[in-house]
């Protein structure tokens, strides 16, 4: 693991993607749940089906993948347009260390910024009623981790990262996903759902894949995404290496 994550890396990734308008934009949409969930819970008091649905449509539909464009192509996108990220590759740092490193500083951020607070929500709307609080949690942190490696794919391949993924996160998720049957088994949101199923048991949580589907779809699309990406890079070459 040491071998695949850098430090300085690392630190300089957190920098970039906390900066102060950054920062700010990350801050909005938890923001907006934690709201959302306090007008809810005093307007309508403890409902299960008012807070799946707060924590299914909001948190995990909306403000998931969202925050995940946004850790996850601004992990790299911004160094790639720039072109600050030759200096990044003329030091020796090897290529697949800096993508690694770079997926788990985005993995980190969107936890953060969007498993947290879809817990804290889920605490305010039914205080964790039929395990509602935990399973959108959960789903949340594995849904983190798939968007973080597809969106920082998205970065290194294209300069309209940002563009691609939110047309992924609010046409083929949200639109798609609720309008068309078969789009729904393509999705991160119902891969991770499924695990939220399990957790919430008897719970409202449903998903139209099953758990092990599920859990080796959201595996498969994580580590393809992390590959592709650092074979992307190293076609990224200084003027002295041609």
């Known amino acids: 693991m040491s071998s695949l994550y850098h430090p300085t890396v690392a630190r300089l990734t957190y920098r970039a993607l906390l900066g102060r308008r950054r920062a700010l934009i990350l801050f909005i949409l938890p923001a907006l749940l934690l709201a959302i969930s306090v007008a809810v819970r005093a307007l309508a008091g ?133 309008l068309v049957p078969g789009a729904r088994t393509l999705s991160v949101q119902q891969w991770s759902l499924a695990l939220a199923q399990k957790v919430s048991d008897s719970g409202p949580v449903t998903s139209v894949v099953g758990l092990s589907t599920g859990v080796v779809l959201l595996l498969v699309v994580t580590v393809a995404a992390i590959w592709f990406a650092g074979r992307k890079l190293r076609t990224l070459t200084l003027a002295g290496e041609e």
Not at 63 to 84: K, N, R, Y
Not at 120 to 145: K, M, P, W
Request: aromatic residues 10%; glycine residues 12%.
């Open 46 to 178: 403890v409902d299960d089906g008012t807070a799946d649905s707060v924590l299914g449509g909001f948190a995990l539909a909306t403000m998931v993948p969202l925050i995940g464009v946004i850790a996850g192509t601004g992990a790299i996108g911004p160094e790639i347009d720039d072109g600050s990220v030759l200096y990044l590759l003329s030091k020796p740092v090897k290529r697949p260390t800096i993508i690694f490193t770079k997926f788990v500083v985005a993995t980190g951020v969107t936890v953060l910024f969007s498993a947290v607070p879809t817990l804290l929500a889920g605490f305010i709307l039914n205080g964790n009623g039929q395990q509602l609080a935990v399973a959108y949690a959960v789903a949340a942190t594995v849904a983190s981790v798939a968007y973080s490696a597809m969106f920082l794919l998205l970065g290194t391949v294209t300069r309209h990262a940002v563009i691609v993924g939110l047309v992924y996160a609010l046409v083929w998720e949200s639109l798609f996903g609720s």
